[in-house]
């Protein structure tokens, strides 16, 4: 169990270094990387979650997501004993990611003078507020990542590996995640991970970067509560579709 912690904590960290990392390049001023895009995002974020899975695949199974913790429970991929750790993990390991990626940034969030950019990357924000639009948005994400790792056979049905290879199987989830973003990621920025959102927008809370805003938490129940609902769904739709999983 321990070592599955420091898994999860690895690897939800690395994830969030290189997602917001791209992010914090993309927006904030005087980087390398300030305006290249929307197709640099989902292009970054889809590699940190392959970065992620590929560190902490052998050690945790790379959930790296609260909502794919809870939806592998919900059909018996996994242990319920196991689902408070493993969000901690994520959760805390999200939260460093978001510090890390801000001691690298530090200089350009000094220069950047909108907050709404800073609080950008470190969490994501409706592109139009609609709570219940936004919801749904995140269900509709959600719901395609999970159903998705799970009709790729990516999950084992065991509480740990072996996927479908330790060296492809990430760079599918790679593909499937950099077409969420580029498919559905307008509306909301796709969180699809709670631990993704709300680590990283604690740590915006409690940094001090200058000048930034509040952390929006009026908003940030929505890319906690949808990715988890969605996550719910897909599995028991993939769990209807092709059957129960094996027990263990």
């Known amino acids: 169990m321990n070592n599955s912690f420091v898994g999860e904590l690895i690897?939800?960290?690395?994830?969030?270094?290189?997602?917001?990392?791209?992010?914090?390049?993309?927006?904030?001023?005087?980087?390398?990387?300030?305006?290249?895009?929307?197709?640099?995002?989902?292009?970054?974020?889809?590699?940190?979650?392959?970065?992620?899975?590929?560190?902490?695949?052998?050690?945790?199974?790379?959930?790296?997501?609260?909502?794919?913790?809870?939806?592998?429970?919900?059909?018996?991929?996994?242990?319920?004993?196991?689902?408070?750790?493993?969000?901690?993990?994520?959760?805390?390991?999200?939260?460093?990611g978001g510090v890390i990626v801000w001691i690298a940034y530090r200089q350009h969030f000094e220069k950047t003078e909108n907050p709404d950019l800073k609080l950008a990357v470190f969490c994501t924000g409706p592109a139009i507020r609609d709570y219940t639009a936004n919801v749904i948005t995140e269900i509709i994400g959600t719901f395609t990542l999970v159903f998705g790792v799970l009709s790729m056979g990516y999950f084992s049905g065991k509480d740990t590996p072996p996927y479908i290879g330790s060296t492809f199987g990430p760079f599918t989830v790679m593909i499937l995640v950099w077409a969420i973003g580029l498919s559905l990621g307008g509306p909301t920025g796709y969180a699809i991970n709670p631990a993704r959102d709300l680590g990283p927008r604690i740590a915006h809370a409690v940094l001090p970067i200058p000048g930034k805003r509040d952390s929006d938490f009026a908003y940030g129940w929505v890319p906690v509560v949808g990715p988890i609902i969605g996550g719910i769904i897909g599995a028991l739709v993939y769990a209807a579709t092709f059957g129960a999983p094996a027990a263990h």
């Open 11 to 96: 690897g939800t960290m690395l994830l969030i270094i290189f997602g917001d990392g791209v992010v914090a390049n993309v927006v904030l001023s005087q980087t390398k990387g300030q305006n290249s895009g929307w197709i640099v995002i989902a292009t970054g974020w889809a590699t940190a979650v392959a970065v992620g899975v590929y560190a902490s695949a052998p050690i945790s199974g790379a959930h790296i997501n609260p909502a794919v913790t809870i939806a592998l429970a919900v059909i018996g991929k996994f242990s319920w004993a196991m689902v408070v750790p493993y969000i901690l993990a994520q959760m805390i390991g999200a939260f460093l």
